[in-house]
C-alpha cells in the first residue's frame, strides 16, 4: 500500500528572536498514512497535533526529519492542489454569502466559471444548505459555518483531506452526516487525517491513529488492536428466560471457575437520538437552517482518488 504521507524523525523547534530554542513541540515523529484510509491524530492540548498539521500543510518548515506529502515535499505548489483542509476554527467571511464564500474557494484552482458554478451547487446540496445559499456567512449558526467549511475543504476534489476538529458544534445530527461523509469519502479513495477531542468520533471513523503526548509519539496502530482486550471474551445470545439463562451461567462457571456477568446490550445514546429525530422528522415542519436528510449524498464531481504519488 502506497504512503500518501511519510514522516521520519520529524521535529520541531521554535526559537525565540535569538534563535535560542524555545518549544520542543514535536520531537523524532515518525509514522505514515496509506492511500485511502482516515487517519487519527489524537492528543491533548499542546500534543503537537496542530504543529503537526501545519508541517503536513507547508505551512511550518520542519527543523529536523523528512516529511513528503504525495510523493513531494508539502511546501510544493503541485502537491497543495491536491490537499483539502478544513481549520479547527471557522474563519469565514461575514459578509459573503454562502454561495460567494465557495466560489471565492473555487476561484483559487483552475477551473471555469460553469465548473465552478457546478462545484458550489453540489457543494452546497450535500451540506444541505442550498435553501440558504444566498444567506451571509455572518448570520450562520456554528453547525451551518462548520458544513461550509468542510465544503470548501472539497472544492477541489482533493486526494488528501485534512480536518481539525470535524464535528466541532454540530448537532448529533450534523455530525453523524459528516462522519458518514468522511465515510463516503474515504471509500472512493480519498486519504484523510483527521484530529478531534471527540474520542467517540475518531472510533467511528479512523482505522488507525497516533496518539502524541508532549511532542512525542505515545502509540500507533489500529484502532481495533490498540483497544481490544484479549484477556477477555464476549458471548452474545438472544433473550432468555431465567429458567435456561441460569443453567448456562452455571455451565460456564462450572467451566472457568469465574462467576460469569449478564447484561442486555444497549444501544448508543447517537443511535436512539438518531433513530428519534428520524420518527419525529414527518410530524414536524422544515427547520429553517439545515435541511435533513436520510442518507448522505456526496457531491458528485467528487471522483475518486488519482492515486498518484
Same mark, same amino acid.
Given at each position: 500500500m502506497s504512503a500518501i504521507i511519510q514522516a521520519d524523525g520529524l521535529e520541531k523547534v521554535f526559537r525565540d528572536?535569538?534563535?535560542?530554542?524555545?518549544?520542543?513541540?514535536?520531537?523524532?515523529?515518525?509514522?505514515?498514512?496509506?492511500?485511502?484510509?482516515?487517519?487519527?491524530?489524537?492528543?491533548?492540548?499542546?500534543?503537537g497535533k496542530s504543529t503537526t498539521m501545519k508541517m503536513l500543510l507547508g505551512l511550518l518548515h520542519p527543523t529536523a526529519g523528512r516529511l513528503t506529502v504525495l510523493g513531494a515535499p508539502p511546501r510544493d505548489v503541485r502537491v497543495k492542489s491536491r490537499i483539502g483542509y478544513m481549520p479547527e476554527e471557522s474563519s469565514l467571511y461575514p459578509f459573503l454569502t454562502a454561495e460567494e464564500t465557495l466560489d471565492f474557494f473555487a476561484r483559487l484552482f483552475p477551473l471555469t466559471a460553469a465548473e465552478r458554478r457546478r462545484r458550489?451547487?453540489?457543494l452546497l446540496e450535500m451540506a444541505g444548505l442550498t435553501h440558504a445559499r444566498h444567506r451571509l456567512v455572518g448570520e450562520f449558526s456554528k453547525g451551518m459555518a462548520r458544513r461550509i467549511c468542510l465544503a470548501q475543504a472539497l472544492i477541489n476534489d482533493p486526494d488528501l483531506i485534512l480536518l481539525d476538529e470535524p464535528t466541532s458544534g454540530l448537532d448529533p445530527v450534523g455530525c453523524r452526516q459528516v462522519k458518514d461523509c468522511i465515510l463516503a469519502l474515504a471509500a472512493r479513495g480519498k486519504t484523510i487525517v483527521l484530529s478531534s477531542h471527540l474520542l467517540a468520533d475518531v472510533e467511528d471513523l479512523c482505522g488507525r491513529i497516533a496518539i502524541l503526548y508532549n511532542g512525542v509519539l505515545c502509540a500507533l496502530g489500529g484502532v481495533r488492536d490498540l483497544l481490544e482486550e484479549p484477556e477477555q471474551m464476549q458471548i452474545f445470545l438472544p433473550a432468555l428466560s431465567e429458567d435456561r439463562r441460569l443453567p448456562i451461567l452455571a455451565w460456564l462457571r462450572d467451566q472457568t471457575g469465574v462467576e $460469569?456477568?449478564?447484561?442486555?446490550? *444497549?444501544?448508543?445514546? #447517537?443511535?436512539?437520538?438518531?433513530?428519534?429525530?428520524?420518527?419525529?422528522?414527518?410530524?414536524? $415542519?422544515?427547520?429553517?437552517?439545515? *435541511?435533513?436528510?436520510? #442518507?448522505?449524498?456526496?457531491a458528485p464531481f467528487l471522483s475518486g482518488s488519482r492515486g498518484e504519488t
Open positions: 528572536f535569538w534563535r535560542r530554542p524555545r518549544v520542543r513541540a514535536v520531537k523524532a515523529l515518525t509514522f505514515e498514512v496509506h492511500a485511502g484510509e482516515v487517519f487519527g491524530l489524537l492528543g491533548p492540548n499542546g500534543s458550489v451547487a453540489e $460469569p456477568r449478564w447484561d442486555h446490550p *444497549r444501544r448508543n445514546l #447517537e443511535r436512539f437520538f438518531l433513530e428519534t429525530v428520524r420518527e419525529a422528522r414527518g410530524r414536524v $415542519p422544515d427547520q429553517t437552517g439545515v *435541511r435533513i436528510s436520510e #442518507e448522505i449524498r456526496l
